[in-house]
C-alpha cells in the first residue's frame, strides 16, 4: 500500500499466535505478532548504519534517551523506562534482534526484529515482533510504522 504523501511503500500485517490474520485475533490471551515495513529510498547500507546501531534512537519518535551497557539499552520515553537486551546482530543479513528484559512496560514476552534489505531503488525495512500479553500487539505495531516513517524522513532529508 502507498501512504498518501508518496513517501513510499508502507505496510503491516497482525496474526494472532497460531498465524492466523486479523480477524481470528482474540485479545488478551498468547503471543501475538506484528510486522511493519517501509520502503526508503537510500541504499541498504546506508539505512543499515543508523539501524544497526543498537545504541542509537535518536531516528524513532518519543524516545528521551537511550543508554547502551553492553548488550542492553535503557530507553526513557513517556515518562516510562525500558530496559531492551540484543540477541542478535548480523552485519551481513542487515538484521538486529532484540527483546524487553524489564522496565515500566509489563510484558511476558518481547522479541523484535529489524531487517534492511536492498530493494530496487533503496531498500525496505521490515519490523517484526512477537508479544505476549498479545493485548500489546496493535500497540507494538502502531508505534513501529510510527518509527519506520520518521526513519524515511530522517534519511531522506
Given at each position: 500500500m502507498?501512504?498518501s504523501?508518496?513517501?513510499?511503500?508502507?505496510a503491516?500485517?497482525?496474526?494472532?499466535?497460531?498465524?492466523?490474520p486479523?480477524?481470528?485475533?482474540?485479545?488478551?490471551?498468547?503471543?501475538?505478532?506484528?510486522?511493519a515495513a517501509?520502503?526508503?529510498a537510500?541504499?541498504?547500507?546506508?539505512?543499515?548504519?543508523?539501524?544497526?546501531?543498537?545504541?542509537?534512537?535518536?531516528?524513532?519518535?518519543g524516545?528521551?534517551s537511550?543508554?547502551?551497557?553492553?548488550?542492553?539499552?535503557?530507553?526513557?520515553?513517556?515518562?516510562?523506562?525500558?530496559?531492551?537486551?540484543?540477541?542478535?546482530?548480523d552485519?551481513?543479513?542487515?538484521?538486529?534482534?532484540y527483546?524487553?528484559v524489564?522496565?515500566?512496560?509489563?510484558?511476558?514476552?518481547?522479541?523484535a526484529?529489524?531487517?534492511v534489505?536492498?530493494?530496487?531503488?533503496g531498500?525496505?525495512v521490515?519490523?517484526s515482533?512477537?508479544?505476549?500479553p498479545?493485548?500489546?500487539?496493535?500497540?507494538?505495531?502502531?508505534?513501529?510504522q510510527g518509527?519506520?516513517?520518521?526513519?524515511?524522513?530522517?534519511v531522506?532529508?
Amino acid at each position: 500500500m502507498h501512504d498518501s504523501l508518496g513517501m513510499g511503500s508502507v505496510a503491516c500485517c497482525r496474526h494472532d499466535d497460531r498465524g492466523s490474520p486479523d480477524g481470528c485475533h482474540q485479545e488478551g490471551g498468547g503471543v501475538g505478532h506484528a510486522e511493519a515495513a517501509i520502503d526508503i529510498a537510500r541504499p541498504a547500507d546506508e539505512v543499515w548504519a543508523l539501524i544497526g546501531d543498537f545504541g542509537r534512537l535518536d531516528w524513532m519518535p518519543g524516545i528521551e534517551s537511550c543508554q547502551l551497557e553492553g548488550n542492553d539499552r535503557t530507553l526513557s520515553l513517556l515518562g516510562m523506562t525500558i530496559v531492551e537486551r540484543m540477541y542478535a546482530r548480523d552485519g551481513t543479513t542487515r538484521s538486529i534482534t532484540y527483546g524487553i528484559v524489564s522496565g515500566d512496560l509489563q510484558v511476558e514476552h518481547h522479541e523484535a526484529t529489524i531487517t534492511v534489505t536492498p530493494a530496487d531503488g533503496g531498500c525496505r525495512v521490515t519490523w517484526s515482533v512477537d508479544v505476549e500479553p498479545d493485548s500489546l500487539t496493535a500497540v507494538m505495531q502502531q508505534t513501529y510504522q510510527g518509527a519506520l516513517g520518521a526513519l524515511q524522513a530522517q534519511v531522506a532529508g
